[in-house]
């Protein structure tokens, strides 16, 4: 019997089918051992020696293996054709060996695409494990662990209310930060433009001002309405005549297959969909066999596929569509690693596959691919100049014409920033023909700040300056959204508070690990040990030389020290000049006291060097407002019932609401969504809970209400979201029993609980979402199967993937929780005779794996 080893169950079901009955296919269900999330799993002095850690969750698939394997007269290892798929076969190879169960004949294949041809020809043609794809994988999982194991506890010890960071996600968030930095850096500029309304054989087109008095216009000429007036004046008194026809034809060729980047970039344009939920669909999509291999820098296809591509042009297309020769494609990409095909579908012949978002991502890749291998497209390009008598004056109208579409018939790349739309038709024109004006405009406009990054955006960054591997971008931004370090608004990344500060902290005191040019060349230095011209062991070294020391030395600040040096860094920020030129960091509380950043258990704010006497504060994320903790209330009127004062507050959690004083002052929190806030609102917001009504089946009152983790609706201890503040108020009998019901649904059963305080990402080993859950006896993180108490000195909503999972490995250690019973009583004993004290036995040693 052979035995071959896949990832999934859903490959192994696949390729089972292709081969014949003398083999057995299992699945490792991804990696089957990893670091263990604890300090001491790298040990530098020890030349950087590793300890693996069997999943705990993989105990009964390892056994399922192993015990194949015993039968095994040969071993195939047939995992993804990449870094992390050799590192796996590595992983399963080093167990079985260790156990005693490792067949005489171990061979490696891969295949790029799961069809019955690239499978058996495969198995044509094996080799041994990739000992330099190997070693890649340990010095990069090495070097991660060193970074996150080692900078993490300086973060969580010397900076409040950070998480971890990461390698890459901690330049990635650099990006996004020094985006935010350009916006609020750049100073709008007016200017104006002058466009002509002219008509020719009764076709209207636009012609724009170029030439004003005798000088040639750039954008920013005509900087003030004066100067735009003056030029609309002169063309509306102006008799303009066509001077210059001038007609150029153009090609546009078609882009290559996707990649593993550009397909991100192109599903998040064309689709909207964020680049971890595309590998998703790629992945599904892959393993059923209808696409090559989607974790790839390589821009080429076989000879075979591109004369299936060909084949299939010709059969749906004339032959102006096909060129002549095959077309062949050569990356740009920085630290490109070809070994892969580009992204295609295995069968041409097969333009659907999938259904819903994997039926859309199948389409998008199947006209990319075929459109690469097709005609360029023919254009023509249209500009007219247009002069008046004095010749001080010229408009000029463009447009673009397609004569011949190729392959823009099938696919047309889509882009980030639209340029200006010149695609326009224009009529028939000749030289000395004067169109008529119809209408002259005078346009302000005013430059724009350089846009924030989309998902899209920002993977073509990552991509350009070489950091991070394609393979990883998704988890990366994934992570940062996790964290809570970037929000995304309108498909756009905004840079929260306290990735604001993690990126000010990282660049003051790690400088040189958040540089771009750093993380670069580290991905080409890991590229090297891949390509066997450097030892990863000789990697690690140079990097920990610097790195450890570095962290001592930030560890020996004091508190107070860092917030001094993030002050002093952060100054321009925090402390914008004032338009009256006042000193920007004068109290204006108490107009005596300076301002500084300062950290507390929450994450970093503004207070005044007056504390106590003084107590003005400001959130980190207000450089230069008045937000005021200690300051003047706001008066919001009385309540009518009452007569109490309704003031308006604010603390260091946010705005907040107050009906009367003291002890019996009641409080309430001021929603983010609420725009229109005022007295109504107020007194709405004082009074809940709402009584929405009696269920009709169990004759219990709905209630509606905000709770710490948003509005809700509770009915008999089950609970159902609501979308915003107003549906507190809003919500009808009706639409309560439904959310409720609905609620309940998705629990698959009659009875629900409440919504996660957060979803995290995977579990690496269970491959389950990991949620943060408000339990009856305190919060908990689970994965579904495995539920583990979140400790009271970490904040529910603030708990990272990596905390997570330890609590959950931690939890799944300790073996499942004892069933507890009804004590039986005590039998009475009568008191035990003397006995001489045995010997104790010496503890049986643990195997490791």
């Known amino acids: 019997m052979q035995l071959v080893i896949v990832e999934s169950p859903a490959k192994a079901k696949t390729i089972e089918k ?3 009955k003398d083999f057995k296919v299992l699945a490792s269900y991804g990696h089957v051992r990893d670091l263990p999330p604890k300090d001491g799993s790298v040990r530098p002095d020890e030349d950087f020696a590793m300890d693996w850690e069997v999943y705990r969750d993989k105990t009964s698939r390892m056994k399922e293996i ?155 000429t005509l900087g003030n309405e004066g100067s735009a007036m003056a030029a609309k004046t002169a063309v509306e008194n102006g008799r303009f005549t066509i001077e210059d026809v001038e007609t150029k034809p153009q090609k546009r060729h078609p882009s290559p297959p996707f990649t593993t980047s550009t397909l991100q970039q192109e599903a998040s ?31 080429q296809m076989d000879h075979s596929a591109i004369s299936a591509a060909r084949a299939a ?22 630290n490109a690693q070809e070994a892969h095909e580009a992204i295609r579908p295995t069968s041409f012949t097969q333009d659907k596959a999938g259904s819903g978002d994997e039926a859309k991502l199948y389409s998008l890749i199947f006209k990319r691919a075929m459109a690469s291998q097709m005609a360029s497209a023919s254009l023509e390009r249209t500009t007219v100049t247009l002069r008046d008598p004095t010749g001080r004056h010229e408009l000029r109208a463009t447009g673009q014409v397609v004569k011949f579409p190729g392959f823009l018939a099938v696919y047309e790349e889509s882009f980030d920033d639209a340029a200006d739309d010149e695609s326009g038709l224009l009529p028939v024109m000749r030289k000395g023909d004067s169109p008529v004006k119809k209408s002259v405009a005078a346009n302000q406009h005013f430059t724009q700040p350089p846009p924030r990054f989309s998902e899209a955006s920002l993977v073509k960054r990552l991509e350009e300056l070489g950091i991070g591997r394609p393979s990883t971008y998704a988890s990366t931004i994934q992570t940062l959204r996790d964290r809570d370090y970037v929000r995304m608004e309108k498909n756009r990344f905004f840079a929260e ?37 450097e030892e990863y062991k ?42 009256d ?19 507390g258990k929450y994450g970093a704010f503004i207070a005044c060097s007056n504390y106590p006497e003084c107590k003005f504060t400001r959130r980190f994320a207000q450089p230069g407002g008045e937000t005021d903790e200690g300051g003047d209330d706001e008066s919001m009127g009385n309540d009518p019932v009452t007569g109490l004062p309704v003031e308006r507050k604010t603390g260091r959690f946010g705005a907040y609401i107050q009906l009367g004083e003291g002890k019996d002052a009641k409080r309430a929190s001021i929603p983010k969504d609420l725009d229109d806030f005022d007295l109504d609102w107020a007194l709405k917001l004082l009074d809940l809970p709402r009584i929405v009504g009696t269920h009709p089946e169990t004759g219990k009152e709905i209630e509606a209400n905000i709770g710490r983790y948003g509005p809700y609706l509770r009915h008999d201890g089950k609970y159902a979201k609501l979308a915003g503040t107003r549906d507190v108020f809003d919500t009808g009998m009706n639409a309560a029993v439904t959310l409720l019901a609905e609620a309940a649904n998705r629990k698959g059963g009659t009875r629900t609980a409440a919504e996660p305080i957060k979803v995290l990402g995977k579990h690496p080993t269970t491959d389950s979402d990991m949620k ?70 010496a503890p049986a040693k643990k195997v490791a794996e």
């Open 66 to 220: 192993t015990d194949a394997a015993k039968k095994a007269d040969r071993l195939i290892l047939a995992t993804d054709p990449d870094r992390e798929g050799e590192a796996i076969s590595w992983h399963v190879q080093e167990l079985l060996a260790k156990r005693k169960a490792l067949p005489k004949v171990v061979d490696r294949v891969t295949f790029n695409a799961i069809t019955k041809a690239a499978v058996t020809e495969a198995m044509t043609r094996p080799r041994g494990l990739d000992t330099d794809l190997i070693d890649a994988y340990l010095a990069r999982r090495a070097l991660d662990y060193l970074f996150g194991f080692t900078l993490s506890p300086v973060l969580w010890r010397k900076l409040p209310g950070a998480k971890s960071a990461g390698r890459v996600q901690s330049v990635a968030l650099r990006i996004i930060v020094d985006r935010e930095r350009e916006i609020e850096a750049f100073r709008a500029q007016e200017y104006w433009s002058v466009v002509a309304r002219m008509e020719q054989d009764g076709t209207e087109f636009d012609a724009r001002l170029v030439k004003f008095d005798g000088t040639k216009l750039d954008k920013l």
């Open 497 to 533: 508070e306290s990735g604001r500060l993690l990126t000010a902290f990282l660049e003051r005191f790690f400088e040189q690990y958040v540089a771009y040019d750093f993380t670069a060349e580290m991905e080409e230095e890991l590229d090297t040990v891949s390509d066997g011209r």
């Open 18 to 20: 292709y081969l014949g």
């Open 313 to 334: 042009i010709s059969d749906r297309y004339n032959g102006h569509y096909l060129p002549e020769k095959p077309r062949h494609y050569a990356t740009k990409a920085k």
């Open 581 to 599: 030129g006042g000193d920007p960091r004068l109290c204006p509380k108490c107009g005596e006291g300076r301002l500084a950043l300062r950290g």
């Open 269 to 299: 344009r064309k689709l909207g969909y964020s680049a971890s939920h595309t590998m998703r669909l790629a992945q599904n999509l892959y393993e059923a066999g209808a696409i090559t291999y989607m974790r790839t820098d390589g821009v």
């Open 538 to 579: 000789d990697l690690l070294a140079k990097f920990w030389k610097d790195f450890k020391p570095k962290t001592e030395e930030v560890m020996e600040f004091k508190p107070s020290e860092v917030s001094e040096k993030l002050d002093e860094f952060l100054s321009d920020y925090l402390f914008p000049a004032k338009e």
């Open 772 to 841: 943060v859950m408000a339990g009856r006896y305190g919060p908990y993180v689970t994965d579904g199967s495995n539920n583990a108490t979140i400790p009271k000195d970490v904040k529910p909503e603030d708990l990272t993937d990596e905390q997570a999972i330890a609590l959950i490995d931690a939890r799944i250690a300790k073996g499942p929780p004892k069933k507890k019973g009804r004590k039986a009583p005590a039998k009475k004993k009568a008191a035990p005779k003397k006995k001489p004290a045995a010997k104790k036995k």
